[in-house]
């Protein structure tokens, strides 16, 4: 079936680290990828977001590309900051599941000053 | 603020009983999603109701129900509560026809169900 595949956390970082989120999927079909974030106490929100195969999408210093080679859109920030500290969720949408969007389980991220 | 509002924010409440969680999506979004938040089980999709109707289910029990009325503010009712029932219950709204992979999902800060 279809399904995302983040890696745990939590991940712990120094404030101005390279930040890699990995993520993973597999759809039957061409899906939409997209990254949500979710800071302590508020709802979910989106980051960015690719609708095709090579697409980069990017907000706020953070960036991921849409590699159909390898089924996956990671996550990357250059420098991080404290207030970066969250919780990530990649996700996918298919035509073929009726456009729900399928999750994964969330990455949280630490970053330390 | 994602213009998603839900009201409560926090619902405490006995096993055996029934609560009803509000939301009312962005101006003009005609989708509204319901998601559980737990712990052990992570972020479920429930149910997707568009312009009144329901789209589509996700992983809602029997027990569960909503619906959605004409002015487009929704409403989750869960009955028979269980201790397992604690979560974070989230709605989010999108625009345009339902299910386009193009419309953003906005959330509501939650309802913080506690069940005792």
């Known amino acids: 079936g279809n399904s995302v595949t983040q890696m745990e956390g939590p991940v712990t970082l120094s404030e101005e680290a390279f930040l890699t989120i990995n993520c993973t999927y597999t759809a039957t079909g061409y899906p939409s990828l997209f990254w949500y974030v979710q800071y302590p106490g508020e709802g979910l929100q989106l980051l960015l977001k690719?609708?095709?195969a090579d697409d980069k999408g990017s907000n706020k210093g953070f960036e991921a590309t849409y590699r159909k080679e390898t089924t996956s859109f990671h996550l990357e920030k250059g420098s991080v900051q404290v207030s970066d500290s969250a919780v990530y969720f990649c996700a996918l949408i298919l035509m073929d599941s009726n456009y729900q969007l399928i999750w994964g389980a969330g990455t949280k991220l630490i970053i330390k000053p | 603020d994602s213009g998603v509002t839900q009201t409560p924010k926090h619902l405490i409440t006995a096993t055996g009983q029934r609560v009803t969680l509000r939301c009312s999506p962005r101006?003009?979004?005609?989708?509204v999603y319901w998601y559980q938040q737990s712990l052990d089980q992570g972020l479920q999709f429930l149910i997707q109701y568009y312009n009144g109707e329901e789209r589509a289910k996700g992983n809602i029990l029997e027990r569960f129900s909503a619906q959605q009325f004409p002015d487009l503010h929704s409403e989750l009712n869960l009955s028979s509560l269980e201790l397992g029932d604690s979560a974070l219950y989230f709605c989010?709204?999108?625009?345009?026809?339902?299910?386009?992979?193009?419309?953003?999902?906005?959330f509501g800060p939650g309802t913080r169900l506690t069940v005792l």
């Open positions: 989010a709204s999108s625009g345009g026809l339902a299910g386009s992979p193009y419309n953003e999902q906005f």
């Open positions: 101006s003009g979004d005609l989708s």
């Open positions: 690719a609708t095709k």
